[in-house]
């Protein structure tokens, strides 16, 4: 179990200029554009917001029943919550790592026991998955907790792998959570896979996939007593108003916003064949979500976060991750943006050894 502190080597500095690729931000010329349109008025921050009364709207542009929903001030308020209901009523967590550090954190915080599953990328293929279903088979009722896809590696449960996992959590009377924060880039629907299960909790964060980072708002989806149980929270009070607006606005656009999503999804893909045309020792991991790790073979990750960081590209250095070592990860903006990120890495000297040759 990692110490709270040793945690905060997970924050992140603002950049003042060139792209913000660390925080798999979405960057994408359309959802600026989008977002001017739907901005709040005046209204939306002057007043306080019915958050009960947009709960209906939002849950029908999601095809959710609103009493099915629990509103929160951006996935971190609902994690917190998740582990001091759920988890603290065993007292056990059973993570799939790597993974969103949050999760990690609060369970710290509410000192569970947990039990790290380990997906084993790049080595093992099989990313763990028999390996995972073993150990909710031989633990006590615990709050399970996954990425789908996984952050920070990109790594993608089939559906079938899904509704078997569930199967075994419910034969085991453990309570699954499945963060799906990137799934908007997979065109994953856990919502139809999983949403007929009672012991099902889907957290569905807006940064990514709306644009919404900097207006923190988040939904979890789960059967009713579940939302009820959270509902003593009072996390909806959090939220503001300009949130709401902007949410359920561009909740009302979906073909608008697939389009944007579809952009990214070509861009990770037209940005992993040409890197590895670049850069054919290094090796471009499979992904699903709106960011690619690399295996900068020869490098040090570190050396290559810092060049890129001199020419304006920020990047994440996930070596020290479980199963990452010698690894880099880039987000995926939109193509063009990818374009330039491809001149900076062409511009990456070559490691100090090779260059005393």
């Not at 059967?223 to 959270?230: E, G, S, T, V, Y």
Request: include cysteine; charged fraction near 20%.
């Amino acid at each position: 179990m990692p110490e709270v502190g040793d945690l905060a080597r997970h924050n992140r500095l603002p950049a003042n200029h060139g792209i913000n690729l660390r925080s798999c931000e979405l960057h994408h010329p359309r959802m600026t554009e989008l977002l001017r349109e739907v901005a709040p008025d005046t209204a939306h921050t002057q007043f306080y917001p019915f958050a009960s009364l947009a709960i209906g709207g939002i849950g029908r542009r999601l095809g959710v029943p609103s009493e099915r929903l629990t509103l929160a001030a951006g996935s971190d308020a609902l994690i917190a919550a998740i582990v001091d209901a759920f988890g603290s009523a065993t007292g056990r967590m059973i993570l799939q790592v790597p993974n969103y550090f949050g999760w990690a954190h609060y369970a710290a915080l509410r000192k569970l026991d947990v039990t790290h599953a380990s997906i084993r990328v790049p080595d093992a293929m099989a990313m763990g998955f028999q390996a995972l279903l073993d150990t909710l088979r031989s633990k006590p009722p615990s709050l399970v907790v996954i990425s789908n896809p996984n952050s920070p590696t990109g790594h993608l449960m089939s559906g079938s792998e899904l509704i078997e996992l569930a199967e075994s959590c419910g034969r085991h009377h453990h309570l699954l959570v499945v963060d799906e924060c990137f799934a908007a880039f997979a065109e994953t629907d856990h919502v139809e896979l999983l949403g007929s299960y009672d012991h099902v909790f889907l957290v569905r964060s807006f940064s990514k996939s709306l644009g919404l980072a900097g207006a923190r708002i988040a939904v979890g989806m789960s059967p009713p007593r579940l939302a009820r149980l959270l509902g003593a929270y009072r996390m909806d009070g959090a939220v503001s108003g300009a949130s709401l607006h902007m949410l359920e606005a561009l909740l009302g656009r979906p073909e608008e916003l697939k389009s944007i999503w579809k952009d990214i999804i070509l861009a990770r893909e037209k940005f992993g064949a040409a890197l590895a045309l670049q850069r054919p020792g290094w090796r471009v991991l499979p992904s699903a979500g709106n960011y690619v790790n690399v295996a900068v073979r020869g490098y040090e990750p570190a050396e290559v976060v810092k060049h890129l960081d001199t020419r304006g590209v920020y990047i994440r250095d996930t070596s020290r991750e479980v199963g990452l070592a010698g690894c880099v990860r880039f987000g995926i903006a939109h193509w063009p943006l990818m374009q330039g990120v491809l001149d900076a890495i062409a511009a990456v000297p070559p490691p100090a050894a090779q260059t005393s040759d």
